[in-house]
């Protein structure tokens, strides 16, 4: 029959891991005695999957076990129990702080992002000014005047037709002149 203890040290394993087996019920016949506290038969620990070396001396008695040996092993499960829940709530701050942290991280990205963009936008709006002032008329430059409907000349007035040689006399006069008639 070894103790926590000593069957810890005999497996190579913490004790933590011992008492844990012990409370789940993987070791079948431990024995509280009032002066040693828990005896586990080694028949149990090589049973439940331990290797057994060559059992080391024990270690110097620390507090809880010294209250053990008075027979209070309910102390002892109360403080294992507070133990285990200070390391749950430890993790758990640990967690929560990893998850303050990754926020503000990305936080700190977006606030960078969000500077730099304005600069970006000013560059293209600087561009689409540059272009709108290519495409704008220089205010020296005339308009190009829109196409007018053109006049159409008004149609000659019929003249009645002359006698042969009135008609030829005309004709003759006018090329005498260097004139052309216009009809």
Known sequence: MLTQREAAAACGVSRTTIRRRREAGELAGPVLDDERGWLIPVDDLL????????PAPPDKAGPEEATAGAGQTDGQSEAAELRAELERLRHEHELQLTEEKHARALAEAEARHLKERPAERAGHIADLQRALAALTPAPERAA????TAQAVPAPAPAVAPAA?????????????QGERRRW
């Open 144 to 147: 190009i005047p829109q196409p």
């Open 164 to 176: 042969p040689e009135t008609a030829s006399a005309d004709h003759n006069h006018h090329q005498e």
């Open 47 to 54: 049973a439940a999957g331990f290797r057994l070396h060559a």
